[in-house]
């Protein structure tokens, strides 16, 4: 009775070791797709924002990664600079840095996931700092793919 025991315990540790290890690689190998998105989106970002004359070619640009707020998974990346606009201008600015997005994208043959654009904007906004934030989603997985769905959702 005490080798059954013994012998359930050791399968019930190497189980529990094994779902431990699963994991661990699971989240390394997904922190190098999130850096490697990261990277990725940055230098579109930047494409785009030297384009729209909101940073000098000199000028470099790094994010914020959403996806601790947001969830495992969610390719979702944060921006913020300083910019002269005000909220008039605010949607035409919107829709422009959208369709210059999308030119660069082209540009750079960026794909994303079927029926999806490669990257999107989620959020694009200033605050009272006259910072404008812009939340950027690279669509490289279902769970980034349904993200952009949610947020859609909300929006409408």
Not at 11 to 38: D, G, N, P
Not at 82 to 97: E, K, M, P, Y
Not at 131 to 155: F, G, P, R
Request: hydrophobic share 45%; with cysteine; net charge neutral.
């Amino acid at each position: 009775m005490g080798k059954i025991i013994l012998i359930i315990l050791c399968l019930l540790v190497i189980a529990i070791f094994l779902k431990v290890r699963q994991l661990w690689k699971r989240k390394r190998a997904f922190k190098l797709v999130e850096t490697l998105s990261q990277e990725q989106t940055d230098k579109i970002i930047r494409l785009v924002l030297i384009k729209e004359g909101l940073i000098t070619e000199d000028q470099e640009v790094s994010s914020t990664v959403l996806s601790d707020i947001w969830g495992q998974g969610v390719l979702v990346f944060s921006y913020e600079l300083v910019v002269q606009t005000n909220d008039g201008d605010l949607s035409a600015t919107r829709r422009q840095f959208v369709k210059d997005l999308q030119t660069v994208c082209s540009a750079q043959k960026l794909q994303g996931l079927p029926g999806y654009p490669p990257l999107m904007v989620t959020d694009f906004w200033v605050d009272e700092r006259q910072s404008l934030h812009i939340d950027v989603a690279n669509i490289a997985n279902k769970a980034t793919a349904q993200y952009v769905h949610d947020i859609n959702k909300v929006e409408q």
